[in-house]
């Protein structure tokens, strides 16, 4: 016979202690479990609310924003509402729940810059009145009222050109003219017919 084999043992039975409540007594509670921490369901559900907060907080003061530069642009302040403008797209991300405000916001900012080269065009920077209509067409396809602006730097600019080949005596000589002319029209209308 070769070497002896150990014997094998069985495990003994353990016993466990079960306690029967006695009948109208509530069974002893158990301890609680201590949680480890959130489950990563849960973790990835926090994640997401707080996103979406933090979106919506964007989104709120963005749309502010947008309020504040259509209050600018009736006030007449086209630099303020396009400083504003500015601001708000720089801080909303491109997504697809942002994008009708994103819309919005580049919608105003044409309407802006229409306004602003109208009144550069008035004041006769015909130079400015362009840039300011050629930073709209990148937001925005041309509409009536760039294409109405459009007309008047063209008006501007022949008015312009006129003036320079003639000479400034006769553009003077014109002015003076023009203002006669309305001053007789005026005492006409009064009753000074001489």
Excluded: C, H, W
């Amino acid at each position: 016979p070769g070497p002896a084999r150990p014997a094998k043992t069985e495990p003994a039975e353990a016993f466990v202690d079960v306690k029967i409540p006695e009948p109208g007594q509530a069974a002893p509670a158990a301890a609680p479990a201590q949680p480890a921490g959130p489950t990563p369901e849960q973790e990835a559900e926090m994640l997401a609310r707080a996103e979406s907060d933090r979106l919506n907080s964007i989104m709120a003061g963005a749309q502010r924003q947008l309020d504040a530069a259509r209050g600018y642009t009736r006030d007449g302040r086209n630099d303020d509402a396009l400083a504003t403008i500015d601001a708000a797209l720089a801080v909303v991300p491109v997504n697809p729940l942002t994008s009708k405000l994103i819309a919005d916001l580049k919608k105003e900012k044409a309407s802006v810059l229409v306004a602003k080269a109208q009144v550069l065009v008035r004041q006769g920077d015909v130079a400015g009145a362009r840039t300011a209509l050629a930073a709209r067409e990148q937001l925005a396809p041309t509409d009536s009222r760039a294409a109405s602006v459009q007309q008047q730097i063209a008006k501007a600019e022949t008015r312009s050109a006129a003036a320079a080949a003639v000479g400034p005596e006769f553009v003077a000589a014109r002015d003076a003219i023009a203002k006669l002319i309305a001053k007789g029209r005026a005492q006409y209308v009064a009753g000074d017919i001489d």
